[in-house]
Every structure is written in structure tokens, then in C-alpha cells.
């Protein structure tokens, strides 16, 4: 499989969850991370892992910008498996023009936990969270529901309801050429929330995310898993290989 972190930069984030880009110099006050989405790509899918954020330049969507940059289409992309519904993993799935959504990747079918929607649609007043967005997904052609705790989407593709950092936070594997992939997303945000064994009061489920790590570890260890950070501003993939651990750039 190949892995390609679509590195957005790093960012800040202050309480009204608006993020701003950290650049040389900065010195600006919140919650600094960096924002990434994947796409791994095996013989039968090219599969984005999160959106990202929305950002569009000059009419253009970043993501596209991005993606190019690591010499893919967007039309290439055939599936995107969404974690949650926080706005710095789903507002790149499009843009508005004249009140409609204009999707970035209408030809990919989209993974989404049915309810997480509901979850997320219960917080109305939480500015994680994009309404617009959310009231659209379940009318959109290409949008696949997932209603399980636990399933297969393809021979490749694994997915599990984590439900810690949002009620129905799902995290997922994909397994092709003797390799494991392993993406927590939010539940596994970055390489140090296994060193500190943490229960954090911000997330849906604070302790159970915490003992999801713990036993995500030591499956990684044991089956020599490679583990995608998405918030992680220095290390965006890492690779156990026999017990051990190195960083893939």
C-alpha cells in the first residue's frame, strides 16, 4: 500500500473553533495541531481518510491543491472514510455556491456513521460543528450510511465505533499486501496521547478513548500495524515493526 499524508499545516485553534495558520513568527494563544487527512492507496481503491478543512483558494478547493501536489486527481479518489463530523475533518468534502453543495469528490462513495449525524445534529450551539453541512449529508447520492458498531466495507476496509472523542467517533483499518493500516483519528490524534495515558475531559467519552489507545497499542505492537496521526505536527505516520517503532516521513 502507499500512504501520502495531505499535510493542510498547522494550525491553532481558539475556543470559537476557528482555526488559523500557524506560520514562522506566530504567537497566537489555543489549541495548536496540525491537520491532515490520508490516502492510502491499494490495487483496488484509492481511499481518502477525513476531509480536512475547507478552504478554498482562488476558487480552488486546498485539498485539490494538495492532492496534486502528491501527483493525484481528485477524480481518483474512490472512497473517503469520515471518522466524525467535526468541521476540521468534513468541511472538505465541499462548498456552498448559491445555497448548494458543491462536492469536491461527487464520484467517491462516502462512509459515514448514521449517528453520528444525529449526534452531531443534537449540537446545534457546538462550534465544532458546521449545520450546513450536516443537514445536506444524508441527501447527498454518493453518501453510503453505516449503522453497525463494527463492519466490513470491502475485503480490504474494517471500520469500529470507538465513541470516545465523539459519541459515534469511528476509527478504522485497512488491511491489503501483508500490511496493516491503522487510523484513529480523533481517539488517536497524535504519537504522545500514548505516552500519557489520558482521560480527556474534552471528548464525548474520555476514558474509554483512553483504554481504546492502551489496547490499540499493543495490537499495533503485535501485528506490526502502521498508525496514521492525523493531528500530529511532526510525525504524521508511524510503523511497528517488530516491537519497535519508526517514523515514516
Do not use: C
Amino acid at each position: 500500500m502507499e500512504i501520502i499524508a495531505l499535510q493542510e499545516g498547522n494550525y491553532v485553534a481558539n475556543s470559537k473553533k476557528e482555526f488559523q495558520l500557524l506560520t514562522d513568527g506566530s504567537n497566537v494563544s489555543g489549541l495548536k495541531m496540525a491537520i491532515q487527512p490520508f490516502v492510502v492507496i491499494t490495487d483496488n481503491d484509492v481511499i481518502l481518510l477525513d476531509f480536512g478543512l475547507g478552504f478554498v483558494n482562488n476558487g480552488v478547493p486546498f485539498i485539490y491543491e494538495i492532492l496534486r501536489k502528491n501527483n493525484i486527481e481528485p477524480q481518483q479518489i474512490t472512497k473517503v472514510l469520515v471518522s466524525h463530523l467535526h468541521k476540521d475533518h468534513i468541511e472538505g468534502i465541499g462548498y456552498f455556491e448559491n445555497g448548494n453543495l458543491v462536492q469536491n469528490f461527487p464520484n467517491a462513495t462516502i462512509y459515514i456513521q448514521k449517528r453520528e449525524i444525529d449526534f452531531a445534529l443534537d449540537q446545534i450551539n457546538n462550534p465544532s460543528y458546521v449545520p450546513e453541512i450536516l443537514n445536506e449529508l444524508e441527501n447527498l447520492p454518493n453518501v453510503e450510511l453505516l449503522n453497525a458498531d463494527s463492519g466490513q466495507i470491502t475485503n480490504e476496509i474494517f471500520y469500529e465505533v470507538s465513541a470516545g472523542h465523539t459519541q459515534f467517533h469511528q476509527v478504522f483499518w485497512i488491511k491489503a499486501d501483508d500490511e496493516i493500516v491503522f487510523y484513529g483519528a480523533d481517539d488517536l490524534p497524535q504519537k504522545i496521547y500514548w505516552s500519557m495515558h489520558v482521560a480527556y475531559k474534552t471528548d464525548f467519552d474520555g476514558k474509554r478513548a483512553r483504554e481504546s489507545r492502551k489496547k490499540w497499542e499493543q495490537q499495533a505492537k503485535d501485528e506490526n500495524w502502521k498508525v496514521l496521526f492525523y493531528h500530529d505536527m511532526k510525525e504524521p505516520i508511524l510503523e511497528f515493526i517488530e516491537e519497535e517503532m519508526k517514523y515514516v516521513s
